[in-house]
Antibody, heavy 119, light 109 residues
């Protein structure tokens, strides 16, 4: 059974750096073709894909947020970390991590974590 | 960048009725790269359909997907009470890697 769980701060101040961790089980990020990504959803709004890291450490980012994002993996710990710099209240959202199965064009999601950006 | 448009924004139907949801892409999308998700309040999105027409594991057969090119459809043949939710289409491409539509809310009439 594949599970993913997001963890990190629930409240961040504007201009700070947000660091979120995705801890997963049921698959290995060293398996060829596998990826783990991040998606966010502001309250009452639609989904926005942020970033994805592949088994081979290839990294892809949303063009609109690329300058503020960094995604890394620790295969031994089954974790993927997303950092977002210089946060703003508009970054308030539920942040989801998701599993991209081998060669798949879809995602399987964690439960999400709500992050509020406010002073 | 491919933009996905979903219609209608809200669909008001009664249990037992048929729901037809549309997803239109600004450029042609490979059918292999089109997916649908269901999201209920307070929950994460759940995969319903991948490859435009393949049901994900455990998804009832009242859910079906179809379409090609720029026009895709999610059909719920007979709405059950648990089907009232928001539905998103998603495409997988080059940049950005994943794109989502704005969603269609299926609400009880």
């Amino acid at each position: 059974q594949i599970t993913l769980k997001e963890s990190g701060p629930t409240l961040v101040k504007p201009t700070q750096t947000l660091t979120l961790t995705c801890t997963f089980s049921g698959f290995s990020l060293s398996t060829s073709g596998v990826g783990v990504g991040w998606i966010r959803q502001p309250p009452g709004k639609a989904l926005e894909w942020l970033a994805l890291i592949y088994w081979n450490d290839d990294k892809r980012y949303s063009p609109s947020l690329k300058s503020r994002l960094a995604i890394t993996k620790d295969t031994s710990k089954n974790q993927v970390v997303l950092t977002m710099t210089n946060v703003d209240p508009v970054d308030t959202a539920t942040y989801y991590c998701a599993h991209r199965p081998i060669a798949a064009a879809y995602l399987l999601w964690g439960q999400g974590t709500l992050v509020t950006v406010s002073s | 960048e491919i933009v996905l448009t979903q219609s209608p924004g809200t669909l008001s139907l009664s249990p037992g009725e048929r729901a037809t949801l549309s997803c239109r892409a600004s450029q042609s999308v490979s059918s292999s790269y089109l997916a649908w998700y269901q999201q209920k309040p307070g929950q994460a999105p759940r995969l319903l359909i991948y490859g435009a027409s393949s049901r994900a594991s455990g998804i009832p057969d009242r859910f079906s997907g179809s379409g090609s090119g720029t026009d895709f459809t999610l059909t719920i043949s007979r709405l059950e009470p648990e089907d009232f939710a928001v539905y998103y289409c998603q495409q997988y491409g080059s940049s950005p890697l994943f794109t989502f539509g704005p969603g269609t809310k299926v609400e009880i009439k």
